[in-house]
T-cell receptor, first 115, second 114 residues
Framework: DVKVTQSSRYLVKRTGEKVFLECVQDMDHENMFWYRQDPGLGLRLIYFSYDVKMKEKGDIPEGYSVSREKKERFSLILESASTNQTSMYLC??????????????FGEGSWLTVV | DQQVKQNSPSLSVQEGRISILNCDYTNSMFDYFLWYKKYPAEGPTFLISISSIKDKNEDGRFTVFLNKSAKHLSLHIVPSQPGDSAVYFCAASLYGGATNKLIFGTGTLLAVQP
């Protein structure tokens, strides 16, 4: 089974703090993603990565950055947290090879509250 | 500019009846479609998918129908069970999913009443 693990399930941070959300996958997947989920807006893509040290902007990258130094790990960084970044953050991974191509696998999510 | 739309925020059905969740898309280049199911405080889990070369795919109680001319897909759940109560997201991808980048709809909350 694919396992995508997000290290923190619930976080409360103050406005202006730097926040790190960590994600690890154990299936040697090439692709990793960060989404956020908000009521009425669905899942929106923040950043994604096809390979180590590679990253591409998604639909809502403003206020975020990412880091992928190792294939299994993809970090989301909020440089200066703001209240409008209060959300559920979802990490995901996928492979473009094999029968599971096109299917992405999600972690359990990280609930971030910025006060 | 929502390329994948789920116009019904919620749906309520009786246990044992059919649930039909709908999804519309605007980009005719989408060629692979997926449905995900999400329980509260959990990540979405993959449910079923369909390629644009097909018009139907079935997996147990779940069937996805694709109408390319109408740019519409639907998920049928028969019979519906209380454990099916969750938010359902449809998603679409381009270029056979070579980029694996999925575009999601806003979700439909399904409530199956016992």
């Amino acid at each position: 089974d694919v396992k995508v693990t997000q290290s923190s399930r619930y976080l409360v941070k103050r406005t202006g703090e730097k926040v790190f959300l960590e994600c690890v996958q154990d299936m040697d997947h090439e692709n990793m993603f960060w989404y956020r989920q908000d009521p009425g807006l669905g899942l929106r893509l923040i950043y994604f990565s096809y390979d180590v040290k590679m990253k591409e902007k998604g639909d809502i990258p403003e206020g975020y950055s990412v880091s992928r130094e190792k294939k299994e790990r993809f970090s989301l960084i909020l440089e200066s947290a703001s209240t409008n970044q209060t959300s559920m953050y979802l990490c995901a991974s996928s492979t473009t090879t094999g029968t599971s191509g096109n299917t992405i696998y999600f972690g359990e999510g990280s609930w971030l509250t910025v006060v | 500019d929502q390329q994948v739309k789920q116009n019904s925020p919620s749906l309520s059905v009786q246990e044992g009846r059919i649930s039909i969740l709908n999804c519309d898309y605007t980009n005719s280049m989408f060629d692979y479609f997926l449905w995900y199911k999400k329980y509260p405080a959990e990540g979405p889990t993959f449910l079923i998918s369909i390629s644009s070369i097909k018009d139907k795919n079935e997996d147990g109680r779940f069937t996805v129908f694709l109408n390319k001319s109408a740019k519409h897909l639907s998920l049928h759940i028969v019979p519906s069970q209380p454990g099916d109560s969750a938010v359902y997201f449809c998603a679409a991808s381009l270029y056979g999913g070579a980029t694996n980048k999925l575009i999601f709809g806003t979700g439909t909350l399904l409530a199956v009443q016992p």
